[in-house]
């Protein structure tokens, strides 16, 4: 079965650090670009960053200088190392992953959601 699997949320205090992983499992040929978003209690889900399978990123605004976005092509792995975390940043957290190709179909995934949630 191919799927999502996101690992490394929790509750962390404000200026605190968090690292989440997602691995894709399954017989998977390629997949385009991996990424992270967020979804908030009544707001839309966002993106947060992103990454290519040739390393280019994008990152939201609002993380830019506190997220690193990372991936590992081989293990079919991305990370999202987070930093200088606020309680702006509390939401579920979710995998994306963009093209993925199998030998039965391509198309997009997403993982099952991990809460991050930053409070003193």
């Known amino acids: 079965q191919v799927q999502l699997v996101e690992s490394g949320g929790g509750l962390v205090q404000p200026g605190g650090s968090l690292t989440l992983s997602c691995a894709a499992s399954g017989t998977i040929f390629s997949i385009y670009a991996m990424g992270w978003y967020r979804q908030a209690p009544g707001k839309q889900r966002e993106l947060v960053a992103a990454i290519t399978s040739g390393g280019s990123t994008n990152y939201a605004d609002s993380v830019k200088g506190r997220f690193t976005i990372s991936r590992d092509n081989a293990k079919k792995m991305v990370y999202l190392q987070m930093n200088s975390l606020t309680p702006e940043d509390t939401a579920v957290y979710y995998c994306?992953?963009?093209?993925?190709?199998?030998?039965?179909?391509?198309?997009?995934?997403w993982g099952q959601g991990t809460q991050v949630t930053v409070s003193s």
């Open positions: 994306n992953a963009d093209r993925v190709r199998t030998i039965a179909w391509t198309r997009d995934l």
